[in-house]
Structures are given as structure tokens and as C-alpha cells.
């Protein structure tokens, strides 16, 4: 994905209305959970693949109301941003990872873009034994989402 292209991603998902089930918004000012971020993972790749989608959107350093800027610091090394891609892969099905992990400088500050895979057709995404699913904006556990 060229810069321009991801500059694109970013603004028309900025201009959303509201979070779908395959976009998530978290302001992430310093650091995040690495469960959370991993249950995230599941439930976006499952949803992606439930609603025909090639890929998902885990979108840090931007708040969820206006969809602002506000500056992520998670990681701020990229080697250690990139390390994410293995310690997610060691937690999920098949050792699905990030398609890659975008870091976007704007005016306001650092974005974090997680490009989340749709999981494969028929098999769910598992993180840490479990597979999540999304009820519009909300994360839930499902059991059998395929």
C-alpha cells in the first residue's frame, strides 16, 4: 500500500460516521493490552471475513467520538512495532498475523494502522484459544461464528 493510498484509508475511515464491525478506534496515548489487542484481532479478521471483506482496521492514536487525532506513542520503535506481528502469530489460529502494521504521521500526531486479515472462509480466528466476533461496536466471545 503506497503512502497515498494510506493516507486515503485513514481519512475516509476518519470520516465514518461510527465504528462498523471492521473498524475500531482506540486512542492507545501510550500503550494498549496485548489481550485486548489480540481479542481485537480475532474479532475484526472474523468479521472481515463474515461481511466480505479482504481486510480489517485497528486504527490507534485516533478517538472514538470525533474520530481526532491524538497522538499514539504505543511502540514508538518500529522494531518493537513489528514484533507485535510474531507475538500475535504465536496466540492465533494458524499463526495469522497483521498484513502489516502502517504507522501515518499527521499534523496532530503518530497513527497506528493494524491492516487485520479476513480470516480464511470457514475457519474462525482464535486468539488465545478463543474466537470473537462483533455485535456492531461492540467485542463479544462467539463460539461458532461460521
Known amino acids: 500500500m503506497t503512502a497515498t493510498e494510506l493516507e486515503s484509508t485513514l481519512r475516509l475511515r476518519r470520516n465514518m460516521a461510527a465504528e462498523t ?13 496485548f489481550n485486548k489487542l489480540g481479542k481485537y484481532f ?10 466480505g471483506k ?3 482496521w485497528l486504527v490507534f492514536g485516533i478517538e472514538n467520538k470525533h474520530h481526532k487525532v491524538v497522538n499514539s506513542q504505543l511502540r514508538p520503535n ?3 512495532l513489528d514484533s507485535l506481528k510474531g507475538e500475535i502469530g504465536s496466540k492465533t489460529t494458524n499463526r495469522i498475523t497483521f498484513v502489516e502494521i502502517h504507522e501515518l504521521y499527521q499534523p ?3 497513527v497506528v494502522m493494524f491492516e487485520i486479515p479476513a480470516a480464511p472462509k470457514g475457519f474462525p480466528v482464535a486468539f488465545d484459544g478463543h474466537s ?3 455485535d456492531g461496536e461492540e467485542k463479544s466471545i ?5
Open 54 to 56: 479482504t481486510r480489517a
Open 42 to 51: 480475532s474479532a475484526l479478521s472474523n468479521e472481515a471475513n463474515l461481511k
Open 78 to 80: 518500529r522494531k518493537d
Open 108 to 110: 496532530e500526531g503518530r
Open 142 to 146: 462467539t463460539h461458532s461464528i461460521f
Open 132 to 134: 470473537y466476533g462483533r
Open 21 to 33: 464491525e471492521v473498524v475500531e478506534f482506540k486512542e492507545a496515548k501510550n500503550n494498549y493490552d
